[in-house]
Every structure is written in C-alpha cells, then in structure tokens.
C-alpha cells in the first residue's frame, strides 16, 4: 500500500446515482470509504451529475467529490455495449478519458468502480491512473480487468466469472462480504434475541431510495385493501430525491393503520431491529435485513433482482414475490395465525445464517494491508 505516515494512501472511487440507478452503488461505496477513512486512508469520489445524484450526501459523510459533467441529452449505443451502458450517460471511453482527467494527476493506491455499464475496456484504459484497480459486482455478466473483484451475491462462485476473470485476480465471493456500516453487527445480537418471540405488530417497508416506478405505493394500496388489524404499524423509508414522495406522504395519512414515512434514515440497524416483519426489494438492502435476522417479505423491482431473490428464498432466508396481492395475503395469515404460514422465527433464523455483517471489515483489512 503506498502511503506514509505523513502521505495516507489515496482510495478513489468510480460510482453513480440517479433515478434509473438507485442509491445502492453510491451508498456501499460511501459505507466502505467510511471504513476506509477510520484506518486512515485518504477518500474521493469521482461521479456524473446525474438527476438523482448524491453529491450532498458523500460531502456530509466528510468524502471529497469531483463531478463529471451531466450526460447529453441523448446519445447513441454502440454495438457491443455492456447491457447497462445506458446508465453511463456517456459513451464508455469518454468517461474514461473524464474520470482520468478529475485525477488530474493523482494516482489512487486503489480505483474501486462500482458501476453496471463500465467492463475491461474502461478499466484498461485506466489502468496507468491507478496503482491497482478493485470492482464491485453483482451480475457476473461482463469481463473485467482488475485485482480484487467483489460480489457478495449468495451462491456465487468463481466459476460464475470463468469467461469475465483472468486466474491472478483475487475474487472476494458470498454475503460475508457485503458491505454493512458498523451499526449492523453491533446490533445483530440484540435484533436476534428479539426474534425468539416474535409478534406481528411492526413492518418496515422499504422499496429503495428512489423507488421510480411506485413499488410503495402499490404495497401500500395492497395493505389498506386488505384490514389489517388496527393496532398493526408501518414505516416506509424512502429517499428525500425519490420522485413518489410527496404520493406516499399524502397516502400515508389516509391509510387505516398507523404509518409513519422516514426520509434519508441514518438510525436504519436499530429501525430494522424494532420491526417485526421486512416487505422489501431484492437489493444491497438485503444483506442489511439478513445481518439482523429481519423476516422478510421479498419483491423483484428489477430484472437483475430476481436470481437475488431467488436464491435467498431458496435458502429459506426470505419469502419471495412477484405479485404485491400475494405478499398481503400472507401477510393476514399470519396475523390470524395460520398453521400453514410460513414461521417469522424460521426466516429469522435462516437469514441471519446468511451475514454476520462483517463485510466491510474484511475488504478494508485487504485494501490497506
């Protein structure tokens, strides 16, 4: 690791947000370089000006940001393209040249990219910018040119990256290494001893930062149809840019039950602690409700979410859905406590076995040793 006692290595980060994204890219990074300053290293984000963009949020965590300038307002695909390169703004190797010229003549110890629509052919093209070059993934569907790759989707395996890999990259696989803030193991003892006697009075909903098509709204229409009991409570956490907002509040105040909606949550281990029961989509937040033994209530919002929310129902971690009106149905069952419903204590259980929520440890230790 280059770096002195006088000169702390320098970790840059590559990664957006807008309301085609999410949240999810820019917040892992943040949660990583939050870790990454506390053992002393130096931290800058290198981001487009996307609408939807979480510039303000990376300057309050005390990271420095340089913006690349906003996409035009249209451009062409080229052929060839990764499946999400829409998502860049611009065309790859023009984001490239951009993100080499914000170094302006720095060179990071590391380049971590999170970033869907970046492959190989970016990060060659970075590669003198850079003393080594980490990527965080979660698609395996691309090939990459770096030294460490991430990707703490269950079930990977480095034969998942056989054709994207070469054989000297070190691969770090699996939800042990998901990147949870420190909050989430700290409190994992106290959520699972909650859990040895469960009740159905508290659910969390959380859609996503941005939610853009509504997801919220339609879980919410779904539970007000369905008279629960009075006594029932809902949280919805959203994010202050999420474009449905000002709908889910106004909503909120005319639902039966009690519902309390949250924006830009920073208490969100202890609020998931506090709650009985998870209706969320099958993203980064995930492996936050597993740490905690959250039950969970899983919806696919995108295409890449499904083999996700697959896998971790398949490990009896999650009950997945695809259909909100089913999710509420087996929400009443088991608030009239229906044999056939499937057991909050059983979820809890299994998807604590997913993560302890030492994720972000583990690759900091790797990074600055």
């Not at 703490?152 to 034969?159: H, I, S």
């Amino acid at each position: 690791m280059t770096g002195t006692a006088s000169t702390p290595p320098l970790i840059a980060f590559r990664t957006d947000a807008s309301l085609e994204i999410g949240t999810g890219h820019v917040m892992r990074c943040l949660t990583l370089a939050d870790r990454l300053r506390e053992c002393g290293a130096r931290t800058l984000f290198i981001s487009r000006k996307h609408c939807g963009h979480l510039f303000d949020q990376i300057v309050d965590r005390g990271h420095e940001v340089r913006v690349l300038p906003p996409p035009p307002n249209s451009r062409t695909t080229l052929d060839g393209d990764t499946a999400h390169a829409a998502w860049l703004g611009v065309e790859w190797g023009v984001d490239a040249e951009q993100t080499q010229q914000s170094l302006a003549g720095q060179r990071p110890a590391w380049l971590v990219v999170d970033h869907y629509a970046i492959d190989c052919r970016w990060e060659r093209a970075l590669r003198s910018a850079c003393e080594r070059l980490m990527v965080m993934d979660d698609l395996a569907d691309r090939p990459h040119d770096c030294e460490l790759l991430l990707d703490p989707t269950l079930g990977r395996t480095r034969g998942d990256y056989a054709e994207h890999l070469g054989s000297e990259v070190q691969t770090f696989l699996g939800p042990q290494y998901a990147l949870l803030r420190p909050e989430f193991a700290a409190s994992r003892a106290e959520s699972l001893a909650r859990r040895n006697a469960p009740e159905l009075r508290h659910v969390l909903i959380t859609m996503g930062g941005v939610d853009k098509d509504n997801a919220t709204g339609r879980v919410l229409d779904a539970i007000d149809a369905a008279n629960l009991p009075s006594q029932m409570k809902l949280t919805v956490v959203m994010g202050p840019q999420a474009p449905w907002l000002a709908t889910i509040q106004d909503r909120a105040s005319n639902m039966r039950v009690a519902t309390d909606v949250r924006l830009g949550v920073t208490d969100m281990a202890q609020l998931m602690t506090e709650s009985d029961l998870a209706i969320g989509a099958a993203g980064g937040t995930s492996w936050e409700r597993c740490c905690l033994g959250l039950p969970t209530f899983l919806l696919s919002l995108a295409e890449n979410q499904k083999k996700m929310a697959q896998t971790l129902q398949d490990a009896g971690a999650v009950i997945a859905f695809s259909d909100i009106i089913e999710l509420v149905d087996c929400i009443q069952t088991l608030v009239t406590g229906d044999l056939n419903a499937p057991s909050l204590t059983q979820l809890s259980h299994a998807a604590a076995r997913v993560t302890d929520g030492q994720g972000s440890a583990r690759i900091c230790s790797e990074i600055m040793r």
